[in-house]
């Protein structure tokens, strides 16, 4: 079933923008961001404010009402649907399916030195009353912080039989993400250890479908617990082992 | 500032006397004590500047090859080889970049010359930043002060030129001060790059030749508004004493310069940034630039209810270690910010409390009042209310730089409509409110009252347990001959990160200042020395208020 956007009647398209051209402000400017939008496909375009904000450019807040719809129904894609289990559970699931510590390493690679990311999901007292790996009795992991080369990463992952290495990536500009991602699958895949690790990859800006797309095996985004991270990566593990047995 | 609660005075003494005893603790060690940042610093108020053929920087170059002579300070054979060649600073180190000079120990028959042009080339050095203070000076009474708080807002394109262009939309629209980002990672990086930058990653390099142009741009601009524009940036990480050489240099006005930043959230050798931090403290003292701190950063990790006293301790220590660098009161912009869960209840009467306890504590300062980005989610409509409600606290609780929330924190560096809308947002807060807090009055015992005592209490608590058993205990200096390299291998163990992006220098760890015990006169070849105010390294009494440097008479 086709939906459209929900002004205030079923099907009525109305959507509100905020833009700003790189023209001066003049009795004209009104009618650019309308013909904008007009010309972008929308109708019954109205412009709620069209402001000078410098005298080269022209903040607008429009109304316009979307030319077609969409069917959810028809929207396929890589969604990474974890079961979650409590902090009890995973122990347990990694003690009697896996027989073994997991073994964890992460950073937060190359140039990003923010280590916010890879600290909630591995430090050990967490993110919003949400134990990190680090807690966990049935891991063993190493939190390598920021700014770590791929190469520095993907040695320590094969001295420690790391099950699993968890990359953050907090800066996106430029998309210098993409680059410092798609350099250590490069490496994996050019020392022919792609099939040793889960490579996970977390970050405000990441998805699952990205993350799969660059090669990795899945991606986790913003609101991200530990304990999913956590849920995924036992699963994954035992799921791996137990199709090879 | 009138009083608008009463605080425990027994514990603001307390607090105050702990943070002396811990910055006493370390004192020994800085005073005695050198790094390849503060050596390199000293160089660059000679006037050297450029990059070899491999880029790495002139003044890189120097204090490489001076590394043997380092204990005793590059300025003295550095100062002998350029009257032995006849040449000026800028030619000798051209000189040695190409191998045509070498640096050598000063022989004792020269030593006494040396130290005398030394000594007038360091006057020289401060001659050049106190021009350019004047200029400042000159430049506010052409255009006029802005009122406080300051509308603080940040640019980072990565490209300069398109940060002017943002910059100056952003004064337009109200902005009194403007920072600039670096490129991710400067702070690690043990060199301060050379030349204009036009692509940075998550901001702009702070380079000397970037400092121009944005300067530049905001005076430009300051002129067309009527304002004198500030114009912030970051000596911090590596290369602290560095980039606040430069900054006095191309008159930055603003310079984020914690103590303990680099220690506590970059990793950097801790021996290092206490030294590197009071040269850096000293030369913006000099250049008359407003420091910022960076408390902000404690509860971006930690709860702001439970933990807001780690940002009032660090406050007292940021302060002591600030006076100690000649800092004036109307430069010490401490920093401060509490945000709370917006899910916490009466959290903005909590932040009120807090942002006003830091007010009462530290009345002469131009505080520094972060805003919100921790809780700041992909609601921008939401996220502006916040904002708003920030701009609230910071006006009603008299704050006077305000970096300024942007809607899309949590997305992406502001586009220039949010920054406009979040200058309009403060305005509208800031004059909707202005003389709000003369009107008021706390109720004595009231939830405000009680929880700024109870922050207070836990800070006092905090330092306490520091000063007696903390982490600052003196470190063997110059009085116990430890080997500078045995040095090496305790700041290595200690782990700092920021070997690994050195380019041409491989040691962050201070070489003990004076080895050869007739040359044992504290950086007296530095230019920076020869501040002509009195150095007075005994612990200061706190600063009374209404005193000379009321805020009133020095704004």
Avoid at chain 2, 276 to 283: E, G, K, M, V, W
């Amino acid at each position: 079933m086709i939906v459209k956007p929900y002004g205030d009647t079923r099907d009525d398209g109305v959507m509100q923008f905020s833009f700003t051209l790189p023209i001066p402000y003049s009795v004209k400017a009104p009618d650019v961001g309308k013909q904008f939008l007009e010309q972008l496909g929308f109708t019954e375009v109205s412009i709620a404010e069209a402001k000078g904000i410098d005298p080269q450019f022209t903040f607008y807040v429009a109304y316009g009402s979307a030319p077609q719809g969409i069917d959810p129904d028809q929207v396929k894609g890589d969604y990474l649907e974890v079961e979650e289990m409590d902090y009890y559970a995973v122990n347990r699931f990694i003690k009697e399916r896996l027989g073994r510590k997991l073994s964890v390493v992460g950073a937060a690679i190359e140039t990003d030195a923010h280590t916010v990311g890879i600290d909630a999901i591995l430090n050990m007292k967490g993110f919003a009353g949400n134990y990190g790996l680090e807690r966990y009795p049935e891991m063993e992991v190493l939190n390598m912080g920021s700014q770590i080369p791929c190469e520095q990463l993907l040695k320590t992952a094969l001295e420690r039989h790391a099950d699993a290495i968890l990359v953050s990536q907090i800066v996106t500009q430029k998309n210098i993400h993409v680059q410092n991602l798609t350099k250590l699958i490069e490496l994996c895949e050019a020392e022919g250890v792609r099939d040793k690790f889960i490579l996970v990859v977390g970050g405000p800006r990441i998805n699952n479908a990205f993350a799969k797309e660059l090669g990795y095996d899945a991606g986790f985004g913003p609101h991200t617990s530990p304990l999913s991270v956590a849920s995924y990566l036992a699963q994954e593990v035992v799921r791996r082992r137990e199709s090879k047995a | 500032m009138e009083h608008k609660i009463s605080l425990n005075e027994a514990m603001v003494a307390r607090a105050r006397e702990a943070a002396k005893s811990i910055a006493d603790d370390v004192w020994q060690h800085i005073e005695a004590h050198t790094t390849d940042s503060v050596e390199r610093a000293s160089l660059r108020l000679l006037g050297i500047t450029g990059v070899n053929d491999i880029d790495v920087p002139l003044v890189n170059v120097v204090v490489e090859q001076a590394r043997p002579l380092l204990p005793s300070g590059v300025m003295r054979p550095f100062v002998d080889l350029m009257m032995r060649s006849g040449t000026d600073a800028q030619q000798t180190a051209e000189a040695l970049a190409r191998g045509d000079l070498t640096l050598a120990p000063v022989p004792p028959e020269r030593y006494a010359a040396v130290e005398a042009r030394a000594a007038e080339l360091a006057a020289e050095g401060v001659a050049r930043i106190d021009a350019v203070r004047a200029r400042r000076a000159e430049l506010i009474a052409q255009t006029s002060e802005p009122a406080r708080p300051y509308v603080y807002v940040i640019v980072a394109t990565g490209n300069i030129k398109e940060d002017v262009v943002q910059a100056q939309a952003a004064v337009r629209a109200g902005a009194d001060v403007i920072a600039v980002i670096r490129t991710t990672a400067q702070s690690l990086l043990d060199y301060v790059p050379y030349g204009i930058t036009t692509e940075g990653f998550g901001g702009t390099y702070a380079t000397q030749e970037n400092f121009r142009l944005m300067r530049a741009g905001l005076d430009e601009v300051g002129a067309e508004v009527g304002r004198y524009i500030r114009l912030c940036n970051y000596a911090s990480g590596l290369c602290m004493p560095e980039i606040a050489a430069m900054g006095a240099l191309e008159r930055l006005d603003m310079m984020l310069n914690d103590s303990m930043y680099g220690i506590i959230f970059r990793n950097i050798n801790m021996k290092r940034t206490f030294v590197d931090q009071y040269l850096s403290r000293l030369l913006n003292a000099r250049a008359g630039i407003i420091i910022n701190t960076g408390e902000d950063n404690y509860l971006t990790t930690a709860d702001a209810f439970t933990q807001a006293h780690t940002v009032v301790s660090s406050d007292f220590i940021n302060e002591e270690f600030a006076l100690r660098a000649n800092l004036e009161p109307w430069q010490i912009g401490l920093g401060h910010a509490f945000e709370m869960n917006p899910a916490t209840p009466d959290q903005v009467v909590y932040q009120i409390a807090d942002a006003l306890l830091i007010r009462e504590l530290f009345p002469d300062y131009p505080l520094k009042y972060m805003p919100p980005t921790k809780y700041m989610t992909g609601d921008i409509f939401q996220g502006h209310v916040i904002d708003a409600m920030f701009n609230f606290t910071g006006i009603f609780t008299g704050q006077d730089i305000m970096l300024l929330g942007m809607l899309t924190e949590a997305l992406h560096t502001p586009l220039l409509q949010d920054r406009y809308l979040s200058i309009r947002n403060a305005k509208y807060v800031f004059e909707a409110n202005r003389h709000l807090l003369g009107e008021v009055n706390f109720r004595p015992g009231g939830l405000i009252e009680t929880r700024a005592n109870e922050v207070l209490e836990k800070a006092v608590a905090q330092l306490s347990t520091c000063s007696t058993s903390g982490s600052s205990k003196p470190s063997p200096t110059a009085s116990s001959p430890t080997s500078n390299a045995s040095r090496r291998v305790a700041a290595a163990a200690k782990g700092s990160s920021s070997r690994r992006l050195t380019t041409s220098t491989p040691s962050t760890t201070p070489y003990a200042r004076g080895a050869p015990a007739d040359h044992r006169r504290r950086r007296s070849a530095s230019p920076s020395k020869s501040s002509s105010r009195p150095r007075d390294n005994r612990p200061r009494p706190p600063r009374v208020r209404g005193g000379r440097h009321d805020r009133q008479a020095v704004w």
